[in-house]
């Protein structure tokens, strides 16, 4: 990153749902997708054009549109106007696409021709490109040439942005298409060839720096070189087909990438060739792969091959739409984190979304894990790559972790947790989330009402909450030494704010706000900041809600030394201002009440001396208890019978935290009902004869396979037997 440059910090709405594909025809099919999404209750920061918005081409023809980049404005009338109401109304921006293709008979060949600005055979006319005329026939912009790439920029791309345009598709940049012996200013196509991409996209960025734009310079690109990060370029797979192999290529090519110096990858979710892949089976694959783009991809952009008008790329027609809305939700919720990792790799060329290696690099068992990434220091997510999967095994580098949603402790030596679910108990799919014990994660407040990820809201009001999810340090655990070979658990973390817009954090129009937490025996203290610095826009007062898991129940907090209000009923405290509430999953939520940012917060959480912090159970929802019963289990004084079973609430297999039983089957048959079982899947669970107390050994494993209860939450009885 020294040596080829740090990246730029993307739009904001880079970070949110485009959707694409090849391609809308006109307005009116752009309307209709937003309008259903929008029904849906799904936030969509922007719409990507592919080559109908200039007309389209002409396939084996010289008479094509390629190369125009000018509107069609048949089919996409009043583009200033329709985008400026896009922008005001709906809050989503417009990125359109181009090539380096020009049409042999446009107009525009002959201009760039007379300039010198086609890439030229021996005898110096234009190569003529005709071995692959999906597009048409014709030559090629020599952007190797400083000032060609000047001229093209003055001559179509900056009428673009004055009509709103806000990122530039640079496709087929490889270049995918070109005479081996072409001549470029720079040299022969193998001189050229690499770093054609480059100087393309570095021809935009000097556009926008000669025309001072003060929107920030973003283009989407499938090739490129190393340090195209620095002139706002982010890259994507290219082409690639719809199936479970690309899917999981993607996701360790995103691993490289990282290595690379591009922190912004992604693909066409869903895939771009289809190839027969429907029904079911895209439901799947696009469910699975998009909830991997709303967690790791800049932007999170679904796209396919539609010109038969036939396929549906948009999340809320294709795949589960329930478990797209709640993968979009959570992404939308995680931005002011990404964000503010985004700061750091501009500032700092720390990776954004890296492979464990990169934090974990004594650790052998990470060098060869690609569906497995980081984001940050903080989060671990793990991909789902194959068809059919329902669980899967979860390696966790050393140290003490939180499952994201279920909010269970788990100790880690470095080892896999055996078959995680894919699915939570609403029976949604979701990918695998863990956070590091100290992790500070700030949130956007997000519900069904937010548009775009720069706040906007169906109903106009605001929402600009600090809300911070916290992960405490357990009794007497606080920042690892440097002896351990991982890496610092963080006990503090910096959010970075700006306009979302501009290049005006460049030249210090942000603010800066550090969160801290500590944990001194049964007291977590933590600390919000005085704000430093400011924004066009920024808030000058806003409540401060902090989310605090620990590892006991809370009896006490105070803000600056004052005692809070205990709520105890859950719509009290969602109106109120200020105060404190246990909330059903046991996480401890905090509310400042409006305090300007120029003011420090000290809050402090008084835990109880005894008791445990219980997780999450698998499922939030009501569910019929089951009656376990186990055969046969004959003990001796001071051992009993106990199940455990695949879910938290049978222990995750470890025998210390089962289920006792009672001798009520009569005896030796031990019975015991158990309720909050998690619905979405079949539980897997054994009998166990353990001791109950000292080193609570366990004395049998009830023999043979597995028990297996179907259908969790129906109730009903399960039975296991020590007999084999």
């Not at 997708?33 to 002409?58: A, E, N, Y």
């Not at 939700?329 to 990404?338: A, V």
């Not at 709520?567 to 509430?581: C, H, K, Y």
Request: hydrophobic share 35%; charged share 25%.
């Amino acid at each position: 990153m020294e040596l080829v440059g740090k990246p730029l910090v993307p739009p904001k709405k880079m970070f949110g749902l485009w959707v694409s594909e090849y391609g809308y025809d006109n307005w009116q099919e752009l309307d209709n997708k937003l309008t259903t999404l929008r029904d849906q209750h799904f936030p969509v920061d922007g719409l990507v054009l592919d080559l109908q918005w200039f007309g389209g081409i002409s396939a084996n023809s010289d008479d094509t549109r390629m190369g125009s980049l000018t509107w069609d404005d048949s089919q996409f009338p009043n583009a200033q106007q329709k985008i400026a109401e896009l922008k005001d109304t709906q809050g989503v921006g417009v990125i359109t696409i181009e090539e380096a293709y020009i049409g042999k008979n446009r107009p525009e060949h002959s201009k760039l021709n007379d300039k010198g600005c086609l890439v030229k055979q021996a005898d110096g006319t234009p190569v003529y490109l005709t071995s692959n005329p999906w597009w048409g026939k014709g030559g090629m912009l020599d952007y190797t040439n400083d000032a060609c790439g000047d001229y093209w920029y003055d001559e179509k791309r900056q009428a673009l942005i004055n009509d709103g345009v806000m990122g530039h598709w640079t496709d087929l940049g490889e270049p995918e298409m070109y005479d081996p012996n072409g001549k470029y200013a720079e040299g022969t196509e193998a001189d050229a060839h690499n770093v054609f991409n480059l100087k393309w996209v570095r021809s935009i960025y000097r556009g926008y720096t000669t025309h001072q734009v003060q929107q920030r310079p973003f283009m989407l690109s499938r090739s490129g070189a190393a340090g195209i990060q620095r002139f706002g370029a982010v890259m994507w797979s290219g082409d690639i087909g719809a199936d479970w192999k690309n899917l999981a290529a993607h996701a360790a090519n995103q691993a490289n990438m990282s290595f690379s110096g591009i922190d912004y990858y992604g693909a066409d979710i869903g895939g771009f060739h289809r190839n027969g892949v429907n029904g079911d089976k895209l439901k799947e694959l696009y469910t699975e792969w998009y909830a991997f783009g709303a967690m790791f991809d800049v932007p999170v952009r679904p796209h396919t091959e539609n010109l038969c008008n036939c396929k549906e790329t948009a999340p809320d027609r294709v795949g589960e739409e329930s478990s797209n809305l709640k993968n979009t939700q959570q992404r939308y919720e995680l931005i002011p984190y990404l964000y503010s990792l985004a700061h750091r790799a501009h500032r700092y060329g720390e990776p954004v979304m890296p492979p464990l290696v990169m934090y974990y690099q004594t650790d052998s068992n990470v060098r060869n894990i690609g569906n497995e990434k980081m984001l940050g220091q903080s989060l671990l997510a793990v991909a789902v790559t194959q068809a059919g999967e329902t669980k899967q095994d979860v390696y966790l580098p050393a140290g003490t972790w939180f499952d994201w949603y279920t909010h269970q402790k788990i100790v880690s030596n470095g080892e896999y947790l055996s078959q995680v679910p894919e699915r939570g108990c609403d029976q949604l799919f979701r990918l695998p989330l863990y956070a590091r014990e100290g992790a500070i994660i700030p949130l956007a407040f997000i519900d069904d009402n937010t548009m775009n990820a720069l706040g906007k809201r169906q109903e106009g009001n605001l929402h600009n909450e600090l809300v911070t999810k916290i992960f405490a340090f357990g009794e007497g655990e606080t920042v690892n030494d440097c002896k351990d070979p991982t890496p610092p658990a963080q006990n503090s973390f910096t959010l970075y704010e700006d306009d979302g817009e501009t290049i005006a954090y460049q030249t210090g129009a942000m603010r800066t706000t550090d969160i801290s937490q500590q944990r001194q025996g049964n007291e977590v203290t933590v600390e919000i900041g005085q704000a430093t610095g400011t924004y066009a826009g920024a808030p000058d007062a806003r409540n401060n809600v902090i989310k605090l898991i620990a590892d006991r129940p809370t009896s006490q907090v105070t803000l600056n030394d004052q005692k809070l209000t205990e709520f105890i009923d859950a719509t009290q405290f969602e109106q109120a201002s200020t105060g404190w509430f246990k909330d059903k999953d046991n996480t401890v939520i905090v509310k400042s009440g409006v305090m300007s940012v120029n003011d420090a917060k000290k809050l402090v959480f008084t835990l109880n001396d005894k008791g445990t912090m219980t997780a999450v159970a698998d499922c939030p929802l009501d569910s019929n208890a089951v009656k376990f019963s186990c055969k046969h289990g004959d003990t001796t004084f001071g051992s009993s019978v106990y199940v455990v079973g695949n879910t938290l609430k049978l222990g995750w297999w470890d025998p210390n935290k089962g289920v006792k039983l009672e001798p009520n089957g009569p005896y030796p048959t031990w019975t015991g009902d158990i309720s909050g079982l998690p619905c979405g899947t079949p539980i897997e669970w054994k009998c166990i004869k353990r001791l109950e107390d000292g080193e609570r050994s366990v004395i049998e494993w009830e023999p043979d396979g597995n028990n297996v209860l179907a259908k969790p939450c129906d109730g009903g009885t399960t039975e296991g037997d020590f007999r084999p």
